[in-house]
RNA sequence: GGCCCGGUCGUCAAGCGGUUAAGACACCGCCCUUUCACGGCGGGUUCACGGGUUCGAAUCCCGUCCGGGUCACCA
C-alpha cells in the first residue's frame, strides 16, 4: 500500500499574508488533495521578537476565506500535535544533542563578535572558520562548566558534493565546501528555523516538502540532517517565485512597492477570494487542457507537479482584475447585489433605488467592486456638464434636435404610471420611430440629461428607471433649460 | 564576488527533434448596440545571442549575455 501524501504549510504568524505564501499554501494543498492526501497547518513562531498580537487569526481567517481546508492544526488538532512550534520547544534539544554524542554536531562558543570580524567588509562573503569544531574534549566541558554561551552546529563534510532531486527542477548538485556549519540550536535555546523543519516534518510524516525555489541552494543542508539522522529524504517540490515589475520597469520578488501584496489588501480593493485564487494558482502552473477559470475542486481535479514551471513569474493586476471580472458576471444577481451594497451605499448612502436594475447595469461592468462608487457617483448628483455632450455624430444629434427629442420624451415619459424598465422602454421606442429618428437620436440626449456625463454604465432607460420618475424628469427639465428651452 | 536556477509576443503561458509556434490577459481595428461594458470577429517580425550535434533545432550540447535567488544565532 502506498504511503498516504502529507503537505504542510507551515507560516510565520507575521499578521501578514504575502500571495506568494497563499500560493505556496494552495499548492501544497493541491498536491496533497490530487493525491487524496492530507494537508497540515503548522505555525512556525520560534521567532520571539517578531511575535505580532493576532496574526495567527489572520492565518485561519484566510485558509477558511480562500477554502483551504487543512486536516490537522493547532486549531483542529490531529495525532502529530502540538502544531505550534513553541509549544514543540523542548522537543528540539535532545535531537541537537544526540547529534553531538555522535560526533555529528558540536559545540560552538564564538561570540558573536568574532563571527562579524570574520565576515570581514564585503558581506555576505566568507563564512564560519570551524574554530569551534575541533576542541579538545576538556576545554568543552570546561566551558559549558563555566557556563559560556554556545550554539550547537553541525559538521558538515568539507569535500565532495551533495545532490538532489527537485520535483520541479530536477537534479541538483552543490558543492559541499559551500556550505556552512550551520547552527541548530541557538544560544538561547531555541533551535533554528532550518532545524526545526527537519525534525517537526520528519515527525509529522510531510512526505512533500513544498517551498518557493528560495530555498533550493540550502536543501543540501537539510539533507545532511535527514542523513545524519538517518530519516527518509522527503519529495521536494521547489516553486518559482513571483515577481513584481516596479515602475523603473525592474522586476525583483513581489512586494509593497509593485503594489497590493498581501490577500487581505487585494479583497480590500475589491478582488474576491476566488478569483485570486484562481490566478495565483495559474501562476506557474499550467493545466494540460489550457483551461483558465477554475474553482478550487476544479484545481484539485486538474494539478498534477508536471505543470510547474521553472521560471519566476510577474503578477499581473490587470489579469488578476480579468478573473474577478468573469467571477463578478457568473455570480448570481442577488450575490452581485449583496457583495456591491456597501459600495453602493458609499455613493448613495442611505437612499433605497431599484438594487436589481442597478445590479444588472453594473454586473458586466465592473471587474472590481471598488469601481462602484465612482461609477455611480451621478445617480446621488447630477453632474456639472457642458451642453455640448448633446451633440454626437453617430447619434445624429445636435443642440437644435436634442430639444426636440427631450420635449417629446418628457411629454410621454410623464404620462407613465408604473415606472420600470419595460414599460418605459415600450414608450420610448415607441417614441422614435413617431419622431421619424433612430433609437439613438431619441436616446442620447435623454441618457445624457439624465447622466450629465458622456459615458455612462447602462442605457438611458435603465438610468431612468433607477432615477425615479420624478427625478428623471427633473433632470431632463434641466438638460432642456441648459439648451436654452 | 562564489554557488544555484531561469530566459517562447508587453504579461501569464503551451510546446519535450519535423507545428502555418496554441491559448489567455493587455493593446489596436471591425461588428453588435442607446454611450460604456458584455459578446462576436480580426490584427502583431515572439523562440536572448553565437557556435555545434542532426537530413531537420524553440526543443539536445557548449559558450556569451541578461534576469533572479542564495551565501545569518531571520524565517
Redesign the pocket.
Known sequence: MQKKIRTRF???PTGFMHVGNLRTALYEYLIAKSMHGDFILRI????QE?LVEGATDVIYRTLRETGLMHDEGPDIGGEFGPYVQSERQELYRPYAEQLVREGKAYY?F???ER?DSL?GEEE??G??DRHCRDLPQEEVERLLKAGT???IRQKMPVEGSTTFEDAV???????NS?L?DQ?LL???G?P???FANVIDDHLMQITHVVRG??????TPKYNLLYEAFGWEIPVYVHL??I?G?GDDG????LSKRHGSTGFDDLVNEGYLPQAIMNYIA?????P?D?E?VFSLEGLVQNFSV??I??????F?Y??L??FN??YL?AMPPEEFTALAMPYYRQSLGEKTCNWTVLST?LQ??V?QLTQIPEKIRFFAELPEYETDLFV?K??KTNLENSVTMLEHAIAALEAISTWDVETI?TV??ELAPKLEV???TL??PV?IAAAGM?????????ILAILGKEESLRRLRIGLAKLGA
Request: glycine letters at 8%.
Open positions: 507551515a507560516p510565520s512556525e513562531d520560534t521567532d517578531r560552538c564564538c561570540t558573536k563571527l565576515r555576505g562573503f563564512g564560519y554561551p554556545y550554539v527542477y530536477g537534479s541538483i548538485t552543490i558543492e559551500e556552512e547552527i541557538k544560544s538561547d531555541y533554528t528555523y532550518n525555489c528560495e530555498y533550493l541552494t540550502s518559482p517565485l515577481m515589475r525592474e522586476v525583483s520578488k495559474l501562476l506557474g502552473w499550467c494540460k489550457n483558465e508536471d505543470g514551471s521553472k521560471s519566476p513569474s510577474v499581473d490587470d489579469k482584475a480579468w471580472g468573469e458576471r447595469i458586466p461592468r471587474t454626437n453617430k447619434s422602454h420610448l421606442l433612430k433609437n439613438g436616446l442620447w441618457r458622456s459615458v455612462t454604465p447602462g442605457g438611458a432607460i435603465e
